[in-house]
């Protein structure tokens, strides 16, 4: 009966049709049964909805496209279940995901959010996330990306986990509050994670839960002008929210060379126009964000994560470096 499971699966969709025969095929293959299916469609306009009725997978059916956080978030609040998992409908999971990602995040009740090691659905020699990390230059990263599928097989801790694929604890939604909303999608599981390291919780990887993802199955592309803007505009936005005052002042100088390198980035792929319009939106529209209240209590918390974000530069530095010498070596 529904409400009796241990774990409700939310599975964003949007025009997804091509992807949700493969996913829900493989949630019916888990060796754990110790959850329910709930699909949240985004208003789709092919033909997601049908196909989903005429197979009796429960849906919840929005009007419009309300974005990953706005479908996440009418998931997370119908479900009844102690956990929810929320899963990319161009993924494809291992039979034991469910039940290592429950068999994780049960070790503790600090416990927010474990992440599942997610590999390249069509080159599954290939890391495609192994949790996500954040650095004092504003910038978040996927750990393990385009790495060797064959390493990251050690549990630990992360600064967030990748909500394409991921268990988080219900009731600290209640807490720390729920996906924000204003993000859309991009960044929105960083800030989400974010919120509740500030109240002292963790995010963890779980490597034995093994899930294959296309990548970029909603929004078409790696990069897109969408794409870039929104990301742009929603990195000031987990700035300004999460960091107190003394904190947003420390790292104010690196978060704007961040942003100046990023900029570089982009303007040699084409996208500076669209990275630039979502800096100045950003800006402009910060306030309207809802500020984490911080607490003397958050002090200590607040401390930890910006020593989280130094090592996350030092970190991602040395993957770049890492990954552009290998790089060279292999043309020469």
């Known amino acids: 009966m529904a409400g009796q499971s241990a774990v409700t699966v939310i599975i964003p969709n949007y025009n997804g049709r091509a992807f949700l025969e493969g996913c829900i095929a493989a949630l019916e293959r888990q060796r754990c049964r110790d959850f329910q299916i709930l699909v949240v ?3 789709s306009e092919d033909d997601s909805v049908e196909w989903l009725r005429q197979r009796w997978i429960p849906t919840l059916c929005l009007e419009t496209n309300t974005g990953f956080s706005g479908a996440v978030n009418e998931g997370i609040r119908a479900a009844k279940t102690p956990y929810v998992l929320l899963l990319n409908n161009d993924t494809e999971p291992e039979p034991d995901f469910v039940g290592e990602l429950l ?3 049960r070790r503790s009740e600090k416990i927010f959010a474990v992440s599942s090691k997610m590999i390249q659905m069509y080159n599954r020699d290939l890391m495609d996330d192994a949790g996500d990390m954040y650095s004092a230059v504003g910038w978040a990263y ?12 050690r549990p ?6 990748c909500a394409g694929a991921a268990v988080y604890r219900r009731e600290i ?19 989400v994670c974010w919120r509740a390291k500030i109240f002292g919780y963790h995010n963890m990887y779980c490597p034995t839960a093994v899930v294959y993802h296309v990548g970029s199955g909603t929004s078409g592309s790696r990069y897109n002008d969408f794409k870039v803007k929104l990301a742009a505009r929603n ?4 700035n300004y929210k999460n960091m107190p005052w003394p904190q947003l002042l420390i790292n104010l100088i690196p978060l704007i060379a961040g942003t100046a390198v990023k900029y570089g980035f982009f303007k040699k ?9 979502g800096v100045k939106e950003g800006l402009l529209t910060m306030r309207t964000c809802t500020k ?32 552009k010498f290998l790089l060279n070596n292999h043309n020469v």
């Open 292 to 323: 984490t209240a911080f607490g003397p209590g958050h002090v200590s918390n607040c401390l930890a994560i910006q020593w989280e974000l130094l090592v996350g530069t030092a970190v991602y530095v040395y993957e770049f470096s890492r990954r």
């Open 103 to 105: 068999r994780s995040i």
């Open 269 to 277: 792929r084409g996208f500076e126009k669209a990275y630039a319009a």
């Open 41 to 43: 469609d985004n208003g």
């Open 156 to 161: 630990c801790e992360v600064f967030s986990a």
């Open 142 to 153: 996927q750990r393990g990306v385009g790495q060797s599928s064959k390493g990251y097989n």
């Open 235 to 238: 990195n000031i936005y987990i």
């Open 173 to 191: 939604f209640e807490t720390i509050g729920y996906f924000d909303e204003k993000h859309f999608c991009y960044l929105e599981d960083i800030d």
